[in-house]
């Protein structure tokens, strides 16, 4: 019985906590890493991590990849004139000079929380939650130029260039270098990079 439990305890304290957080892809004709990644809006670096992959090229047809699985996402729903203006002048606070991919990257951002969980459910609320949005705490711009409410609603419907990042930063400025050590970095976009 000593051994059993001894047994029992052994598993619960080897078992990977984040197996939970993993399914199976087979891989079919075409595929490779960085297309299942793109798909999966994760980053190549964590299927090649999963899988212990010294040449993430070397992938076959029917290999079964693990891959990470996301929190189920929340259902869209309508987003309102206010909300997506709202939404461009954070995108023109935060990356006003950043290249346009890095300010649709910002956009994005927004939605990957509007979708996430464990973030507010409306675009004010994920934008005014405390301590997320400097340029909030500071003062947003009155008015931004028509080009930012296009990206703000491009963030919604042009494919995730920040692989489901929830945060950026820029590493040049942030004060918080030991929080940022504890994200998982997925892309850097002009002087942002984005995580997880």
């Known amino acids: 019985m000593h051994r059993l439990v001894l047994l029992l305890l052994s598993i619960g304290l080897f078992t990977s906590p ?3 957080d993993v399914e199976v892809y087979t891989v079919k004709p075409g595929d490779t890493i960085y297309a299942v990644a793109r798909i999966l809006q994760v980053h190549p670096k964590e ?5 212990s992959l ?6 076959g047809v029917g290999m079964q990849l693990k891959v990470p699985s996301g929190a189920p996402e929340r259902p869209p729903r309508e987003v309102t004139p206010e909300e997506l203006e709202l939404m461009a002048k954070v995108i023109y606070a935060e990356a006003q ?6 300010q649709l990257a910002v956009g994005r951002v927004i939605v990957n929380r509007l979708r996430d969980p464990s973030f507010p459910d409306t675009i004010t609320d994920v934008i005014y939650q405390p301590g997320q949005f400097l340029p909030v705490e500071s003062g947003l711009p009155e008015t931004v130029p028509a080009k930012f409410v296009e990206l703000a609603k491009r963030a919604f419907s042009e494919e995730d260039p920040t692989y489901g990042a929830l945060f950026f930063y820029n590493p040049h400025k942030t004060t918080r270098p030991d929080f940022w050590a504890t994200r998982t970095k997925l892309v850097t976009i002009g002087n942002h990079v984005f995580a997880r």
Do not use: Q, R, S, V
């Open 54 to 59: 010294d040449d993430p090229d070397l992938i």
């Open 97 to 102: 000079g950043e290249p346009e991919l890095g």
């Open 18 to 20: 984040a197996a939970a």
């Open 47 to 51: 299927i090649i991590a999963l899988n």
